[in-house]
């Protein structure tokens, strides 16, 4: 590096190669090539200082130690480069996001998804503390495309109504789906060994489909562990128009049995002028919803697939708020869908349907506490199963209309003492009591009634209250117990077979 001297500063300039370790006290040494300059500290600290400059790789040089709050020292601190500290924030605007609803972000937003998975997969042992959030300063970013979510990406808004991710004119929804650690989707994910999507969460945004005409915002398929908090999900549907032609909210897919879907949370969010809310088919578990809202939708939460269908999905204290059809729709058999605290206003209304949908077939689901308001007081509630389905509620009176699904047994005539068939293992039973609303059709013979039935587990008694139309024959019911089984018997008299019909109501002990 060759010397210069100006009157009494002498300076050096040439190739950063060529840059003595130590330049002598106060000398100047200019990198051509990095055009980097540094200065001489001398024989008392060797070495050379950098002096910042414009190309200087700043956030290399500068060091920060955190001071704690004024007047507290704070102890056990660590000078960190200043370009470490930055880091630990990362900000979708760094990719060359703009957020001024006009220009197309869709590139930007998804190099910033995968730049942040290929951080995570980089560190695989410590992949808890190499997660960056993704920051959205507040504005709208303006998507032409989807937007593919890796494992264990988080997207941050600063806020709903500040922060809005927005599918454009034309485009089709949804504006975000989940894929796997080799960014495939739909039935790809998890093949060739990848990373199944998880530890997904959005929050802190609006998320807007409103000018979509088909599908739901945010597609979540074979996927678990998925967060959403703070969020508010707009549609483009509005009544009374064809909710198979607008966008919704959340669409939840297994894609089969392979893999499973499961741990789906919906916490302080909104959904509104959605066709369906949340809805799904397939055979998710863990599905919670806490304390949102759902207004001006078609229907709020659809969970359909008969045996195939969610199970244990948890709704508490939300709003269901101007909702044509249902408001929580269940037609699925498996097990647990249960409704907490949950107010219902101008629900079902124009549909004329119930606020609550139970399936015959439904399983185990509870209504505990929910609030309905005065508008279509036919029934709030349809419990298609109301023997392994609860509702508790101030408002039980006038809220349910309970539609059981009757089972039936052939009635033969001349019959003495013989089984109808219909038994109840008494293993592990101290006290049984049986209540059984049945009606008998025989020929013209009409009757309805009600067995009692009170049982210790090794013996049992029965009554029949019943009013019969005619006295064209005679029907008997009685009650044994045998190795541990209670079983109804019947005897009869006519020429013609007939049919029972009854529905069970059973306390054990």
């Given at each position: 590096?060759?010397?210069?001297?100006?009157?009494?500063?002498?300076?050096?300039?040439?190739?950063?190669?060529?840059?003595?370790?130590?330049?002598?006290?106060?000398?100047?040494?200019?990198?051509?090539?990095?055009?980097?300059?540094?200065?001489?500290?001398?024989?008392?600290?060797?070495?050379?200082?950098?002096?910042?400059?414009?190309?200087?790789?700043?956030?290399?040089?500068?060091?920060?130690?955190?001071?704690?709050?004024?007047?507290?020292?704070?102890?056990?601190?660590?000078?960190?480069?200043?370009?470490?500290?930055?880091?630990?924030?990362?900000?979708?605007?760094?990719?060359?996001?703009?957020?001024?609803?006009?220009?197309?972000?869709?590139?930007?937003?998804?190099?910033?998804?995968?730049?942040?998975?290929?951080?995570?997969?980089?560190?695989?042992?410590?992949?808890?503390?190499?997660?960056?959030?993704?920051n959205f300063p507040a504005g709208t970013y303006l998507v032409t495309q989807t937007i593919?979510?890796?494992?264990?990406?988080?997207?941050?808004?600063?806020?709903?109504?500040?922060?809005?991710?927005?599918?454009?004119?034309?485009?089709?929804?949804?504006?975000?789906?989940?894929?796997?650690?080799?960014?495939?989707?739909?039935?790809?994910?998890?093949?060739?060994?990848?990373?199944?999507?998880?530890?997904?969460?959005?929050?802190?945004?609006?998320?807007?489909?409103?000018?979509?005409?088909?599908?739901?915002?945010?597609?979540?398929?074979?996927?678990?562990?998925?967060?959403f908090q703070y969020v508010s999900i707009i549609g483009s549907w509005s009544s009374p128009?064809?909710?198979?032609?607008?966008?919704?909210?959340?669409?939840?897919?297994?894609?089969?049995?392979?893999?499973?879907?499961?741990?789906?949370?919906?916490?302080?969010?909104?959904?509104?002028?959605?066709?369906?809310?949340?809805?799904?088919?397939?055979?998710?578990?863990?599905?919670?919803?806490?304390?949102?809202?759902?207004?001006?939708?078609?229907?709020?939460?659809?969970?359909?697939?008969?045996?195939?269908?969610?199970?244990?999905?948890?709704?508490?204290?939300?709003?269901?708020?101007?909702?044509?059809?249902?408001?929580?729709?269940?037609?699925?058999?498996?097990?647990?869908?249960?409704?907490?605290?949950?107010?219902?206003?101008?629900?079902?209304?124009?549909?004329?349907?119930?606020?609550?949908?139970?399936?015959?077939?439904?399983?185990?689901?509870?209504?505990?506490?929910?609030?309905?308001?005065?508008?279509?007081?036919?029934?709030?509630?349809?419990?298609?199963?109301?023997?392994?389905?609860?509702?508790?509620?101030?408002?039980?009176?006038?809220?349910?209309?309970?539609?059981?699904?009757?089972?039936?047994?052939?009635?033969?005539?001349?019959?003495?003492?013989?089984?109808?068939?219909?038994?109840?293992?008494?293993?592990?039973?101290?006290?049984?009591?049986?209540?059984?609303?049945?009606?008998?059709?025989?020929?013209?013979?009409?009757?309805?009634?009600?067995?009692?039935?009170?049982?210790?587990?090794?013996?049992?008694?029965?009554?029949?209250?019943?009013?019969?139309?005619?006295?064209?024959?005679?029907?008997?019911?009685?009650?044994?117990?045998?190795?541990?089984?209670?079983?109804?018997?019947?005897?009869?008299?006519?020429?013609?077979?007939?049919?029972?019909?009854?529905?069970?109501?059973?306390?054990?002990?």
């Amino acid at each position: 590096m060759a010397i210069v001297s100006i009157s009494r500063l002498q300076q050096r300039r040439g190739l950063f190669a060529d840059l003595p370790a130590s330049l002598n006290e106060a000398e100047f040494g200019w990198c051509l090539d990095t055009r980097q300059l540094f200065i001489g500290n001398g024989n008392t600290y060797t070495g050379n200082s950098q002096i910042l400059t414009q190309w200087s790789p700043n956030d290399q040089i500068i060091t920060h130690t955190y001071q704690g709050y004024t007047g507290i020292s704070a102890q056990g601190t660590v000078p960190r480069e200043l370009g470490s500290i930055l880091d630990d924030s990362l900000n979708v605007k760094d990719y060359g996001a703009v957020g001024d609803g006009i220009a197309d972000d869709t590139a930007a937003i998804q190099q910033a998804i995968a730049d942040q998975w290929a951080r995570i997969a980089a560190n695989p042992v410590s992949n808890l503390s190499s997660r960056n959030v993704i920051n959205f300063p507040a504005g709208t970013y303006l998507v032409t495309q989807t937007i593919d979510i890796y494992p264990y990406i988080i997207l941050s808004g600063e806020g709903r109504g500040h922060t809005s991710i927005k599918l454009a004119a034309g485009a089709t929804a949804p504006i975000f789906r989940t894929a796997d650690s080799l960014g495939q989707t739909g039935t790809n994910i998890g093949l060739n060994g990848a990373v199944l999507p998880t530890g997904i969460t959005w929050r802190y945004m609006n998320i807007d489909a409103s000018l979509s005409t088909v599908n739901q915002a945010v597609l979540l398929q074979r996927c678990s562990y998925i967060n959403f908090q703070y969020v508010s999900i707009i549609g483009s549907w509005s009544s009374p128009n064809d909710p198979a032609f607008n966008s919704g909210g959340i669409l939840i897919e297994s894609l089969g049995n392979a893999f499973a879907t499961s741990d789906i949370t919906v916490i302080d969010s909104t959904f509104s002028n959605c066709s369906y809310a949340l809805s799904t088919s397939d055979a998710i578990q863990r599905i919670a919803m806490q304390t949102s809202q759902i207004r001006n939708c078609y229907v709020g939460l659809q969970l359909l697939g008969t045996t195939s269908g969610p199970s244990y999905v948890n709704v508490t204290q939300n709003l269901f708020n101007n909702i044509d059809s249902y408001g929580i729709q269940v037609d699925t058999y498996n097990r647990g869908v249960t409704s907490v605290g949950n107010s219902f206003k101008n629900v079902g209304t124009v549909a004329v349907v119930p606020a609550i949908y139970w399936t015959p077939g439904s399983q185990a689901c509870s209504s505990v506490g929910d609030v309905f308001d005065q508008n279509n007081r036919t029934y709030r509630i349809y419990n298609g199963q109301p023997n392994v389905n609860m509702v508790l509620d101030a408002q039980q009176t006038e809220i349910v209309q309970n539609v059981p699904t009757p089972m039936s047994v052939t009635l033969l005539p001349n019959q003495t003492s013989v089984s109808t068939g219909i038994t109840y293992s008494l293993s592990g039973i101290s006290t049984f009591t049986l209540q059984i609303p049945y009606t008998v059709t025989m020929d013209t013979y009409r009757r309805g009634g009600t067995l009692y039935v009170v049982s210790d587990g090794a013996t049992a008694e029965l009554v029949d209250q019943s009013v019969s139309l005619n006295n064209a024959v005679s029907i008997t019911f009685g009650v044994t117990v045998v190795s541990g089984t209670l079983e109804i018997l019947y005897t009869s008299t006519g020429s013609a077979s007939g049919i029972l019909k009854y529905i069970t109501t059973e306390w054990k002990f």
